[in-house]
């Protein structure tokens, strides 16, 4: 057992290395799921304020079943059941054969779809408030629809989700350490590993928490600059 | 565009849904059609690993794991209820170091992973077992039940302390000087005043807390509470069969959608005076 300074060091003898690692997996994990849980939650949104009734209801079937089950049990889901039917598919070509699933895609998946169904929630109330004025305008400049979602509709929309896109996201941030309980090495499982090995878990999970908070604080000071730079939120007319 | 105008305006009839097949409703009737299959899989599935004795063994397990999530969601709400009043007077406070602690403790526990806080209070207290040892406390420590508990109270007072802080301060100013005025003084005018009416504001944000606990509850089995998601995975661990999740994940779903639409029913009741 070594000082905290030893045990902290970077190299072999102490874990900051190992725990930067988990760092670079954690915010990777987070970074990658984000570009999909937004583009699921947009379309699943446009689906949910459909003038099409079963549209509609499929959308509001998405989001009620993914925002009804806990993350860890989506997440285990997503983990056996990818690997037990993958398997079960494989092996009516290849009997005994074993498959396994990577830890990092069925995280992104699982957080991924868990995201988009609050995504599009926070997209829904956005496009409710955009007035359809709006949309009319465009038409009768004679965009067509694809234009007038890009060019009119998307700017403002993006700038209305923002406050609830970056709640979101400091909460996906912080569902990331659920994949540890699958296996991959994040901040949380290497933290473990760390406090097992040196027998000192008061420091190594305190240090991990510490780390998310820094990352929830970056987050923040990242999201007030991207706040600032589109601007105000109610846009001018 | 004048008032009267608005209001016809709202009370035009909605458009006629078109008729014939127009691409949305293909699409539509797709996407229902891939939920009515996925539904029926679903139910497939379960009828196709149909085991009584896999069943017999295993639900009754999940009864008791059922009991075991309510009551975590439920003793450590009303611990974090009664935890949250000091913290938000603490944030609502004019003395700059009391707002600054209360500040602090909300920030630490909603900036960390509810499963980090619940590892630092159940593996990293036992870094002090000597100590706890020494004022009796280890007993208490030792335990993944009662870790698990101080955990969710602590980690919910953060976030129930932040409801209810925005709650009073959503009432308008207003109604504290009209109480004062009346000749109440601050904590009849919180209890008769401010609170029936920040209540209603808070009943929503409360419920979704209640929610998200219910959901976040299944981070206990990680550190070896049976609760439902505990039962979960050891009856998936012993017999490798997939249904125990799927079992799993129709309970939870079950709950909480009662406890959603209950919600609902309760916010409904009680806001009939604000209907127009």
Redesign the interface.
């Given at each position: 057992m070594g000082s905290i300074g030893t045990l902290l060091s970077w190299g072999s003898d102490g874990w900051l290395d190992e725990i930067a690692y988990g760092v670079f997996v954690t915010v990777s994990l987070a970074v990658a799921t984000l570009p999909l849980g937004l583009l699921i939650g947009f379309f699943v949104a446009l689906a949910k304020q459909s003038s099409e009734a079963s549209v509609r209801m499929a959308g509001n079937i998405y989001t009620t079943i993914f925002r009804g089950l806990p993350e860890l049990v989506t997440l285990f889901l997503v983990y056996y059941g990818a690997q037990i039917g993958i398997q079960a598919v494989i092996r009516t070509v290849q009997p005994g054969a074993t498959v396994d699933v990577n830890s990092f895609i069925s995280g992104m998946v699982a957080l991924g779809v868990v995201f988009s169904a609050y995504v599009s929630e926070v997209f829904l109330s956005a496009f409710r408030a955009i007035p359809r004025g709006q949309y009319e305008g465009g038409y009768a400049i004679g965009l067509t629809k694809g234009q007038t979602m890009r060019l009119v509709v998307l700017p403002q929309l993006i700038r209305i989700a923002l406050p609830g896109l970056a709640n979101l996201w400091l909460i996906l941030l912080k569902e990331t350490a659920l994949v540890s309980a699958i296996g991959l090495n994040d901040i949380l499982r290497w933290s473990g590993i760390a406090a097992r090995v040196e027998r000192e878990p008061f420091l190594f999970y305190s240090f991990a928490a510490l780390m998310y908070l820094c990352l929830t604080i970056i987050s923040s000071f990242g999201i007030n600059k991207i706040e600032r730079a589109v601007g105000p939120q109610e846009p001018a007319r | 565009m004048s008032a009267a105008q608005q209001t016809t305006d709202d009370m035009a009839p909605p458009p006629r849904?078109p008729r014939g097949w127009?691409r949305?409703?293909i699409?539509?009737?797709c996407?229902?059609g891939?939920?009515i299959l996925a539904g029926l899989a679903l139910v497939g599935y379960l009828a196709a690993a149909w085991n009584l004795v896999w069943f017999e063994k295993y639900i009754p397990t999940y009864f008791s794991g059922l009991k075991v999530t309510l009551m975590l969601v439920v003793i450590s709400t009303v611990l974090g209820a009664i935890l949250s009043l000091p913290i938000a007077y603490a944030r609502m406070s004019g003395n700059k170091v009391l707002s600054a602690i209360g500040y602090g403790y909300v920030?630490?526990f909603r900036?960390?992973?509810?499963?980090?806080?619940t590892?630092?209070i159940y593996?990293?207290?036992?870094?002090?077992r000597p100590q706890l040892e020494a004022i009796g406390l280890w007993s208490f420590f030792r335990e993944a039940w009662y870790c698990a508990i101080l955990a969710f109270s602590l980690n919910t007072s953060a976030y129930q302390a932040e409801i209810l802080r925005g709650a009073i301060n959503s009432v308008p100013k207003g109604q504290w000087e009209g109480a004062a005025s009346l000749g109440l003084h601050k904590l009849q005018t919180l209890r008769k005043v401010i609170l029936p009416q920040a209540m209603i504001v808070a009943l929503r944000p409360y419920s979704n807390e209640v929610i998200l606990m219910?959901?976040?509850?299944?981070?206990v089995?990680?550190i070896t509470v049976a609760d439902l998601?505990g039962v979960?995975?050891l009856a998936?661990s012993r017999s490798y069969d997939?249904q125990a999740?799927?079992w799993?994940?129709l309970i939870?779903?079950a709950l909480?959608?009662t406890l959603?639409n209950l919600v609902a029913w309760i916010e409904r009741r009680i806001t009939v005076h604000l209907e127009r």
């Open positions: - | 849904p127009p949305a409703r699409v539509g009737y996407l229902m891939l939920w920030y630490f900036g960390t992973p509810l499963l980090a806080q590892f630092l593996y990293g207290f036992g870094s002090f219910v959901k976040g509850s299944a981070v089995s990680l998601m979960t995975r998936f997939f999740y799927i799993a994940a939870y779903f909480v959608e959603r």
